[in-house]
């Protein structure tokens, strides 16, 4: 399966040998991301960087190469810069937004912004739907919107390259995703699917580039006028305030170091060999791709084998434990740099959190401009802890000056101010009560935020299920958790044990974690029936041992926590009972459990049963089971 | 450079046509309304000599007798210098301890208040990364003691005050003394020659090598009163008793004078902390300043004396010097100050600004040289502080048992004599976060740290 414990040990091995970076052929840089599913028949298969037969040598004389550089060319991009210097004066966004003193930043704003006072309207975003945008009360004019990305087309080339080969619907859906992303708003994508995610990463990595290339071409700008300045025996010019208190300016939260091998292969889509340099990329592609030899179950498992979104979530490395620093410079992109010396950090929430506990101080978050959470859905799955830890270690003053040259700081980072125009781009599957209120609480950006809004239509079960939605009453979210229990344990459970039918061949699927521990505490203490239990924690024993049981009738009940099924995705036979502790948060699983009792010979719909335990407080479940306008009806009806 | 004995002397003013104002001073409208607001009518006789020089460009060496409002003379001239031309970094100005540096930037920030003044305090014991942030962001005002700005400028990367314009040391004579000197002199080298130089003091030094180290340009010198002497609304007395019967007396005094407030000042840091505890356990208000604690306890110390909530305050000689408590009304020396230069900064922190005061010395046997010598200074004769010996007999017991309790308590939380514990030293060896050393170092470990401060004075 997917989380294979021998695999991920060897992989680490291999880490410490560096045995496959000596292999062959595995210094190919490719774009494989916008490999396009076949099935969907959306887009053409294109691969990106050319691969040629030499890469391996040019890896490995790059240095010499980036020394050896033709000097006339290095004019020529200085020259660039001051064409773009002069242009960044006029209306680019990053000026608007990151400059000495951006005008969205005021006293007001940032007021505005702590009560949580937002003024909001929806509105249609193009490509990306329909939208709710909130601006902090009393900022309804700025004009902080109207201003527009300045890429240099040399930097947009690849994207514009691999654009053209590409369907008019996705190019349009990343023109807009830019446009929005280039207002340096909060940006909160509630819908991402397998299918968009590559070509918004692409997009994304674009925009952090733009923003990191942007960020060094003025200090570097600045450290030549210094040092003519110097040379020239004049004072050095005031006006050099240009950087924050540590250089990592873009931070990339990601759940597993699959995902990681994916962001940086599209980041590197825009920096194409012709003018950069990948340093450690044999590295980095032994860390974080498979071992090689290693076979992935999934990549290579027949379709429909597995859901698709369990594979593109669990192909290649699971380890949810890894941090890397990307330096970005003119001509070359150094994977593996010191953090403090990196201008974009690529790291699992875990990752990082293990980093700051044990640098004892989170100084390379102080001045994080653009922060990017991606598959929001799967890290919710794994420690939603540690991604409030990172949140809550962003933009806070240093411990620590980290040789930081203090007359060069921005003065809204001295005053503490970082939080307020910090970007947080947030990319979901779908939404959660953790989700929405880390959008809620944790965002603070005075431009204002962009939420992608959704409506669901009501999911596809096999016919002929008679599906009973249970409502019970709950008055706030902190006790609904007691309430919910009692009521499962005082009135739905009795009855199930009541009826012959129901009491045996039933599965009890229960999303939270700490919910199931509860119920499984109940069953053991307090119920007499025969159960199974399946958990995250499950040995592959244990859980072989479980399904027999439950499938041969030996146990009567089976408990399943969601990140169970979430993790391993089994399929789960001999059910005729379904009973949801709550809904789940993957619609899908809803649709896999009906289909279960399918599995089996000769089962009618009429002889499966589902009920599913809900309150008001489930809406965001409930919507994308039942449709928007079903949960609605459900809600409403009350108890 | 001219020598400091070449410097002009500002010529007394001839007979007083009208009483100077802080207007026909010159001063612009923005410093005259926050001086109203202050409650500030007439300058002082130090403000009305300072000001004109000192807008003309000229340094100055100023000495006024204490509470005499030595601070706005040269607060003044430098608000008014920055608001014709507003700078980050206009003005430093470095005084030998914490809380003095403390209270100087609170005066700027009120006399500049309408101006909208920016002003930090650098000082030790507090977080040196917060005043890095506080530094970059270029206030117009520093106010600094002299070891925690010397590691900014050595070691806070773009940090520099090559763009300053003023500099002044209040306590000059304090800071150019030997203790101080080493770092003044580093601190002097990073800062430009092109400047305007003030050095303030209630009492100042006239040696000259140590005026040449602030390398002042044709400087005037200001002075009020030429012998350094107390002012004339200070009743000055002294106690005498045999040394054992030091305690009791403090305390009889303490009751007889419960409705004052007052500060006593102690040789060294544990007898603060003793007698502090010796009166708290006998009822009295008292609480405790010295260099041991932390930096936010003294502070908390100052300010719950200053806002009236507590009436005693047991000091060393770190609030000897420039701290401006209008309401104290009795200064106590329960050991007598060893140079007469102490003596007169300690007793000038009551009768300030043309209020009474009242200051007792308590002499022991062994002190008679020293208060003859005081006297010698000061001009004045210390008058008998009269006590009766019954009461004092009746209080013996009590404060007997009180103080041995106090050394107990004192044992039990560790603290130990004053600059012999273990902490002293860390905190020495340490270096970098205590380097601006407090007035008590010295004067606190009297016998061991002669060899350090041989020369002083």
Known sequence: ?639 | MPSPEEASTSTPPGPPSAPPTFKSLGLIDPLLEALEQMGFKTPTEIQAEVLPQALQGRDIIGVASTGSGKTAAFALPILQKLWEDPKGLFACVIAPTRELAFQISQQFESLGSTMGVRCVTIIGGVDLQAQKVALAKKPHIIVATPGRLLEHLEETKGFSLRNLKFLVLDEADRLLDMDFGPKLDKILKLIPKERSTYLFSATMTTKVAKLQRASLSNPVRVEVNSKYSTVSTLLQYYLLMPLPQKDVHLIHLANSLAQNSMIVFTRTVHDAQRLSIMLRSLGFPAIPLHGQLSQSARLGSLGKFKSGGRKVLVATDVASRGLDIPSVDVVINYDIPVHSKDYIHRVGRTARAGRSGKSITLVTQYDVELVLRIEAVTGKKMELWPVDKEEIALLRERVDEAGRLAIQEMKEQGIKGGGHSRKRKREEGGGHDDQDRDDDMVEAGMPKMKKKSKGRR
């Open chain 1, 1 to 639: 399966m997917a989380i294979d414990d021998s695999s991920s040990t060897t992989t680490r091995l291999l880490t410490l040998l560096n045995v496959s970076a000596t292999k062959a052929g595995k210094r190919k840089r490719t774009y494989e991301d916008s490999k396009p599913v076949e099935k969907l028949n959306k887009r053409r298969a294109v691969q990106f960087a050319a691969v040629d037969g030499n890469t391996e040598q040019a890896a490995s004389t790059a240095e010499a190469e980036v020394v050896g550089e033709p000097e006339p060319k290095k004019v020529a991009e200085v020259e660039e810069d001051e064409e773009e210097l002069g242009a960044q004066t006029t209306a680019d966004s990053y000026e608007t937004h990151f400059g000495l003193s951006p005008d969205a930043l005021t006293e007001r704003s940032r007021e505005a912004v702590d009560q949580r006072a937002w003024s909001t309207r929806r509105d249609k975003l193009g490509k990306l739907g329909s939208v709710v945008v909130s601006v902090p009360e009393g900022a309804e004019n700025s004009g902080a919107s109207t201003s527009k990305h300045k890429i240099s087309d040399k930097m947009k080339e690849p994207l514009v390259a691999r654009q053209a080969k590409l369907p008019r619907e996705v190019v349009e859906l990343q023109n807009d995703f830019l446009d929005t992303l280039s207002s340096y708003r909060d940006v909160y994508v509630t819908r991402t699917t397998p299918d968009t995610q590559p070509s918004m990463r692409e997009v994304l990595t674009l925009h952090a580039l733009n923003h990191i290339t942007k960020k060094r071409r003025r200090i570097l700008k600045n450290n030549e006028r210094i040092s003519h300045a110097v040379k020239a025996g004049n004072p050095p010019p005031e006006d050099v305030q240009d950087q924050g208190f540590t250089r990592p300016s873009v931070l990339i939260l990601l759940p597993f170091r699959s995902f990681a091998l994916r962001w940086i292969s599209a980041l590197t889509a825009h920096t194409p060999r012709s003018h950069y340099q990948i340093e450690n990329h044999a590295r980095f592609q032994s860390e974080y791709d498979l071992p090689a030899g290693a076979i992935d179950k999934l990549a290579n498992a027949e379709p429909g084998a597995y859901p698709r979104d369990h594979v593109e979530m669990f192909k290649g490395n699971v380890d949810d434990s890894f941090r890397l620093g990307v330096k970005i410079t003119k001509k070359s992109v150094k994977l593996f740099a010191d953090f403090y010396n990196c201008d974009l950090i690529v790291a699992s929430p875990l990752g990082l959190r293990m980093s700051v506990e044990k640098d004892k101080n989170a100084d390379f978050l102080s001045s994080i401009e653009v922060a990017i959470v991606d598959q929001m859905d799967a890290l919710t799955m794994q420690n939603w802890e540690h991604v409030q830890f990172v949140f809550n270690h962003l933009n806070q003053m240093p411990k620590e000056s980290h040789d930081v040259d203090f007359s060069r700081i921005k003065p809204w980072y001295l005053d503490g101010h970082a939080a307020y125009l910090r970007q947080t781009i947030l990319l979901s599957a779908y939404e959660t009560p953790e989700t929405r209120a880390l959008f809620n609480q944790s965002l603070k950006n005075v431009s204002g935020r962009i939420r992608t809004e959704r409506r669901w239509t009501p999911i596809e079960v096999p016919e002929g299920i008679d599906q009973n939605f249970v409502q019970f009453d709950s008055n706030s979210p902190k006790d609904e958790p007691d309430k919910r229990f009692q009521y499962f344990t005082t009135q739905m459970l009795p009855a199930i044990l009541k009826s012959a039918v129901q009491s045996a061949n039933t599965v009890i699927f229960i999303p939270s974690s700490l919910d199931f521990i509860r119920v499984h505490n109940h069953f053991r203490k307090n119920v007499g029936a025969s159960f199974a239990v399946l958990s995250e924690y499950s040995s592959n024993q244990d859980i072989s041992r479980a399904r027999q049981a439950f499938f041969t009738g030996k146990k009567a009940f089976l408990l399943i926590s969601e990140r169970f099924h979430f993790f391993r995705r089994y399929k789960i036979r001999g059910i005729r009972n379904l009973v949801f502790y709550a809904p789940p948060d993957h619609p899908q699983f809803y649709t896999e459990f009906l289909s279960y009792p399918f599995l089996d010979e000769g089962v009618d719909a009429s002889d499966v049963t589902c009920r599913v335990l809900y309150s008001k407080y489930d809406w965001l479940r409930l919507e994308r089971i039942a449709g928007t306008e079903g949960a609605s009806e459900l809600i409403k009806r009350g108890v």
